[in-house]
């Protein structure tokens, strides 16, 4: 139980909002991750709130908003979110040159460690 402040509030507000600056958005999914890695959120509220951006609450227009997006569901890792990621691909969200869709899918597939940390270094799947 959090108490009476829920962390993710004011995250979720930045990321949501169209006329917050795309770098702003993008870090607020990079702080979950953060929240989640230090065991302030489970790994399954990250991942339960990714599928609601995946599934509307994220404008579906191209921003790099989406490009962290798919970035963080392959360093959580979420491949429960694996098609929503490729979707995400299929209709111009995400900018295949930040990061490559078979580098993504390869992270989400790949056995995770004691951690939780997928097998391939950090970031590999972006180059």
């Known amino acids: ?15 949501e909002s169209e006329e917050v600056n795309e770098y702003v958005r993008d870090a607020a999914i990079d ?4 929240l989640e890695h230090s065991g302030q959120m489970s790994r399954e509220e990250v991942m339960e709130y990714f599928r609601r951006l995946f599934g509307g609450k994220l404008k579906r227009s191209h921003s790099l908003a989406w ?7 392959a360093d959580l890792p979420a491949p429960e979110l694996l098609e929503d990621v ?8 995400v900018d295949s040159g930040f ?8 992270n989400l597939r790949a056995p995770a460690n004691k951690a939780g940390v997928p097998a391939q ?5 972006r180059a």
């Open 86 to 93: 490729r979707r995400a691909y299929a209709d111009g969200l």
């Open 99 to 106: 990061a490559r869709l078979e580098g993504i899918d390869r």
């Open 31 to 34: 702080a979950l991750l953060v």
């Open 67 to 73: 490009n962290g997006l798919v970035c963080a569901t």
């Open 1 to 15: 139980m959090r108490g009476w402040f829920n962390p993710t509030e004011p995250l979720q507000g930045l990321l």
């Open 121 to 125: 270094v950090h970031l590999g799947w």
